[in-house]
């Protein structure tokens, strides 16, 4: 399976990475390496197979309904890149 | 005899027959950091002041009677993926190069609970995807064997600290591979156990399904005696077992006569080098001397291992590492023209080449078109490898191969390209897709560097994978070397 | 109403539930608080931090599932929306996709005196994103976390409704209905309840749906209505000049009356769903389920049935009296204390419904409890006022003047029964207006109504009315 550029710009800004002109090339050729190892996949027939998400099939264990937790405001935004009033600050967001 | 030179369940008995003290095993580990971790690289943060202080608490308890347990005041490292309240939690990565946690992981508030005393954090692949530890943003780690091969990754700096004997046992993390083959790398004992048994709260997760913290230490004895601290179910990971934990320690001295042991056929094809086939021949043969009967065993589906983790790990961690956005913690770039900018400039400057790569892989591996050949098929394909281990595990108690299909390698070596990287997993990531508990523990030398054997268990089997190891250790002493640097 | 065209809508409604902590969090959802002090670890999405789902939050979901006899699977799943906003932390959202928890259900809506039955498709549960800001801060947009975290309920109507009228007695039945149940408080200004509308058009008769168009938060029932005509007669203008209705978002403008495009949410997003890792899939069992449909309140269309049933009420009284759960159970209360049902009915639907809207309070806010208009009515039932002097009773109750007997006493209003003392009075009135009395016995009835109003000036309202009559008939007749 083979990605080129386009495809590599593309998945970059999903991904939100930003990535140059040069790189794109690198990246689609170690990406339709990787893809190419991956495609291995496609010679087993999984039909009637279910999906695993979880190794030992275990199910969701259900919490209490109370609150356990208190303002830990200042704790917590000691480690925040940028602050005012509480609130955590990005360039203005148009809507 | 040196501290160095001795287990941690000698150091522990030594410390509760008052022959020393925890102060002077802080200072004696601290003072080898010191010595020879500029070279070794092992460490990206130490706690020596904060350790000595720990060490003086646990001497204070003991002198009163109020020691917290066999792992009261034994020095160690925790591996830089686990959140430690007030101290530097990098991940191996610029990202959180400045990230100061404000909390601790649950392993780490058990370890503290234990009473061991934190000398460091240790280095490793950049948020543990590596198998090398040469992509950490804090430079790579040096096989204490030789010091032109890798450690192993991703828990490299946690290996290597241990195999020089830095420090008598670390923390690691294995998704894919992370404890068992730098184990294998570093010739000491790593273990990952069941998947669940240990919590994954405050460990910065890879991929969420696979990872599952464990121990490094100078033999199986000791790592029980650290796992079994560390294991537990905790409410705040939903994926954590609420199962009592078994005791680990007491049974190791059983007999493992009548245990039978596979051998997965597809373990032993071409791919594996001749010195590692010999030293793995030579293990099974002491484990039959102990009286355990050997057999054959087919994993039909194991050779898409490589391919199914190569989907599933990254798809679990691109959406994982969403949140590194330079918003609420961690890196950001500078002076961001708007948000857009603001997410893929952080993200470019925060993350290195390997997790882009990883992010990249599995972003795609979820998109629109191709989920359902990669992902949805990458999943189903790890139920046909899970249940495979599960049939073989009907006819055989324990599962034994190689750790590596090679040697260490060269620092440098491998950075070229990544499937070749990727493919030093082989023999591991089954593991982790089933979700089995396996170790590695030390099994031969060739060329003054360490080779591996791999034990797999059942589901919770950790007491029994401990028993096995640690008899196998009765009767070899691969275990008990050390490199001549660092004896 | 507009001619060749016939109008699709969906709408699909994010109803935040009455739990104590979040949905995957210890941390409160108390409405108000400071920014970012009911964030936690967990909340801000820290490296290493884990989601842990609260039972009540699916019990609630089981509740509306059953209230709506839809299908509650048994085993749902959680997945991850990916996408990067500063509002959501993870830069995915918690929700889910393939296993909702709740499917295939049915509300009935009356428009226009007709019932019909529209589909619900789905309800699953979803975490809230934060808040943003963008006021304030100098070029930059602050971020409250407080809300993150925040359990919802997705609810989404089958593409059944074909107006906005019908939109909007949907959205209605279902706000109604999410408080009756008691897993949402409605609160539209709060946001606990908020509508977002797929509307598109098609050829009368076309069996292909139009290009939809997605109005966003829109977050009361005047709006709803006002948005969706507006965004019909767009599309309809649009495509009988020529042009193309483009799949988009787009927000209603109040003040303009006028629908625009989202700029930022245009591109199509790939969200990359898949099951979260993190989380396991959720496992009830019947009796589970069956716990939950034994808390099962008395449901709307069940309550107004038997309020015809038991209370000999019309259907439109008692469907005027079940729209909320606490007038029906205040009726209730009231005839539970003797009042007679028509008259409690009456006075719910009338002097109390008035003044409650007049003063936009909810029932539980009623200076006047259901006690005290029983009293009030007892009083009417017993003749010791008129109904007409019961309002300015009922006047000064709400106003804080105690209760009935009390303002009765206070105010002198007790109305007045006393045979002789009314015939004096007529007999008074009659003497002093012989000319009207001769124009009565020629034939003139309506002056009657003349005499009537004499009386009840007189004596400030308080005579018994019916006595009067009766009285009034019999001396004029001679």
């Known amino acids: 399976m083979s990605l080129d550029s386009d495809a590599v710009k593309n998945i970059a800004h999903l991904a939100r990475i930003a990535v140059s002109e040069e790189d794109l090339q690198t990246y689609a050729k170690d990406l339709s390496n990787i893809l190419d190892m991956v495609d291995q996949m496609n010679a087993v027939d999984v039909a009637g197979v279910e999906r695993l998400s979880n190794a030992l099939d275990q199910t969701q264990r259900l919490r209490a309904d109370v609150v356990t937790e208190s303002n830990q405001r200042d704790e917590l935004q000691a480690c925040a890149p940028q602050t005012e009033q509480g609130l955590f600050l990005v360039p203005r967001v148009i809507e | 005899m040196e501290f160095h030179q001795q287990t941690l369940t000698e150091l522990s008995a030594a410390l509760a ?471 | 109403m507009y001619g060749n065209w016939e109008t699709v809508i969906g709408l699909e409604i994010h109803a935040q539930l009455s739990t104590q902590s979040k949905i995957f969090s210890g941390s409160s959802i108390a409405y108000g608080a400071e920014p970012n002090t009911q964030a936690n670890a967990v909340d801000l999405a820290l490296p290493g931090t884990l989601p842990v789902l609260n039972k009540e939050v699916m019990r609630l979901a089981t509740r509306f599932g059953l209230a709506i006899n839809a299908t509650i699977n048994k085993k749902s799943v959680f997945e991850r929306k990916n996408y990067f906003y500063p509002d959501l932390p993870k830069g995915y959202q918690t929700s889910q996709l393939e296993l909702p928890i709740v499917e295939h259900g049915e509300l009935f809506i009356t428009v226009n005196g007709e019932e019909k039955r529209i589909g619900v498709t789905r309800a699953h549960l979803e975490e809230d994103a934060g808040k943003s800001l963008h006021e304030d801060f100098d070029g930059c947009t602050g971020i409250d976390l407080n809300r993150a975290g925040t359990p919802l309920l997705e609810i989404v109507s089958e593409p059944e409704l074909s107006s906005a009228a019908e939109a909007v007695a949907y959205m209605k039945k279902l706000h109604s209905l999410v408080q009756y149940i008691g897993i949402c408080d409605g609160n539209m200004q709060e946001g606990s309840f908020r509508c977002d509308a797929n509307v598109s058009v098609r050829p009368k008769g076309q069996k292909e749906l139009g290009t939809r168009a997605e109005i966003k938060n829109i977050n009361s029932f005047r709006f709803v209505e006002k948005a969706i005509n507006h965004e019909i007669e767009r599309q309809i203008e649009l495509i009988e000049d020529g042009g193309e209705v483009v799949q988009e978002t787009r927000l209603y403008d109040a003040d303009k009356n006028e629908t625009r495009s989202m700029r930022s949410k245009e591109e199509a997003n790939d969200y990359r769903y898949f099951p979260c890792p993190d989380l396991l899939p959720v496992v009830i069992d019947d009796s589970f389920i069956d716990a939950v449909r034994d808390e099962l309140p008395e449901l709307p269309d069940a309550k107004k049935a038997r309020f015809v049933c038991e209370f000999g009420l019309s259907a439109e009284d008692a469907g005027q009296l079940t729209a909320s759960r606490e007038m029906a159970d205040y009726f209730e209360a009231v005839v539970a204390a003797g009042v007679d049902a028509k008259m409690a009915a009456n006075w719910c639907n009338g002097e109390l419904s008035a003044w409650l809207n007049k003063e936009e309070k909810g029932v539980a806010d009623s200076p006047v409890s259901a006690a005290m208009l029983a009293g009030l009515c007892q009083r009417i039932a017993d003749n010791t006022v008129s109904n007409k002097i019961a309002k300015e009773v009922f006047e000064a109750m709400w106003n804080g003047e105690g209760d009935a007997d009390a303002v009765i006493d206070a105010k002198g209003l007790k109305q007045i029964t006393d045979t002789g003392a009314i015939e004096s009075m007529i007999d008074e009135i009659l003497a002093s207006n012989p000319g009207q009395v001769e124009q009565y016995r020629a034939g003139k009835e309506k002056v009657f109504g003349f005499f009537v109003g004499q009386v009840m000036k007189a004596t400030q309202g308080k005579a018994n009315p019916a006595q009067v009559n009766q009285i009034l008939k019999q001396k004029l007749a001679g």
């Open chain 2, 17 to 487: 027959a008052g022959e020393t003290t925890s102060r002077a095993l802080a200072e004696h580990f601290i003072a080898r950091f010191k010595a020879f971790d500029g070279d070794l690289n092992t460490l990206v943060t130490e706690t020596f002041e904060q350790a000595l202080a720990d060490a003086d608490a646990a001497d204070q308890r003991r002198a009163s009677g109020q020691s917290l347990g066999p792992l009261d005041g034994l020095p160690f490292a925790h591996k830089d993926i686990f959140c430690t309240k007030g101290v530097k939690t990098t991940c191996g990565s610029k990202m959180l190069d400045n990230f100061i946690s404000p909390y601790d992981a649950t392993v780490v508030e058990k370890l503290k609970a234990a009473g061991m005393v934190c000398l460091g954090k240790t280095n490793m692949d950049e948020f543990a995807m590596g198998s090398s530890n040469e992509t950490s943003y804090f430079g790579e780690v040096k096989n204490p064997w030789n010091h032109s091969k890798v450690p192993g990754g991703s828990s490299g700096g946690s290996a290597a600290a241990v195999g020089a004997r830095l420090v008598p046992a670390t923390t690691g993390t294995d998704t894919g591979g992370s404890i068992r083959q730098p184990a294998a790398f570093c010739g000491i004992t790593g273990i990952k156990p069941t998947y669940g048994r240990v919590s994954r709260y405050g460990m910065i997760a890879f991929a969420s399904s696979l990872d599952q913290a464990g121990v490094f230490a100078a033999s199986a004895e000791d790592a029980a005696l650290m796992l079994q601290a560390m294991s537990g179910f905790d409410e705040r990971d939903s994926t954590s077992i609420e199962r009592p934990v078994d005791d680990l320690v007491s049974g190791l001295g059983e007999s493992i006569e009548g245990k039978t042991i596979g051998l997965p056929k597809q373990f032993f094809d071409d791919g594996l080098e001749v010195p590692v086939r010999n030293a793995v021949n030579k293990a099974i043969k002491v484990f039959k001397s102990l009286g355990a009967e050997v057999k054959g065993i087919d994993l039909p589906n194991i050779g898409l291992s490589v391919p199914v983790y190569y989907v599933v790990a990254p798809a679990e961690a691109s959406a994982n590492l969403s949140r590194f956005d330079g918003v609420r913690y961690g890196h950001r770039c500078d002076n961001p023209a708007d948000l857009t900018d603001l997410y893929k400039r952080t993200r470019a400057e925060g993350f290195g080449d390997e997790v882009k790569r990883r992010i990249m892989m599995g972003t795609y591996a979820l998109s629109s078109g191709y989920y359902d050949a990669y992902y949805i098929k990458a999943q189903k394909i790890r139920r046909l490898i899970r249940d495979d281990f599960l049939k073989a595990f009907e006819e055989v108690d324990l599962i034994a191969g190689p750790t590596t299909p090679g040697l260490p390698f060269g620092l440098g070596e491998q950075t070229d390209d990544p499937v070749t990287m990727y493919l030093n997993d082989i023999f591991t990531i089954g593991v982790n897709l089933a979700g089995l508990p396996g170790m590695s523990i030390p099994a031969g030398m060739e060329a003054g560097l360490p080779i591996g054997l791999q034990l797999v268990g059942k589901h919770f089997a950790e007491a029994e994978l401990l028993n096995a190891a640690h008899q196998y250790q009765q009767k070899t002493d691969w275990h008990k070397q050390l490199p001549a640097a660092y004896q």
